[in-house]
Structures are given as structure tokens and as C-alpha cells.
């Protein structure tokens, strides 16, 4: 039951490109991190974050998760 329970939520995550529901997901669960080191961030530091965020690849944090 339990694999076939699996099976039917498979179908049920999108995909967009080669990326999941779940990779995105994932991913914006670093956004709360992120926001609160930009009170802290110098200049250059924040155009880092904003750049990673908008590579066209996706975020690096998706790809170290």
C-alpha cells in the first residue's frame, strides 16, 4: 500500500524545466536565512545573494542540498 501510495504522489509533483515542486521547495526554505543575513550583508554581499537567486541554472543552494 505504502508503494503504491508513493507512486500516486509522484504524479502529483510538477515538473518545470527540469525542476520539481520538491527541488523548489526545498530551496526556498534557505529564503528565511537569507533574509535575515541581509540586515547584516555588506553591498557586495547582497548583490551575491540576489545573483545566485536569479542564475539562470538555479539557485546553488538547490544543487548543494
Known sequence: M?????AF???DVPEAGGVTYDEVRE????LP?????WDIAT???RYEM?????????PRVAQRA
Do not use: S
Request: glycine share 10%; charged share 25%.
Open 2 to 6: 505504502a508503494a503504491i501510495t508513493l
Open 9 to 11: 504522489k509522484r504524479l
Open 27 to 30: 530551496t526556498g526554505e534557505h
Open 33 to 37: 536565512g537569507m533574509a535575515a543575513l
Open 43 to 45: 553591498p557586495e554581499e
Open 50 to 58: 540576489v545573483t545566485i537567486l536569479l542564475e539562470p541554472e538555479g
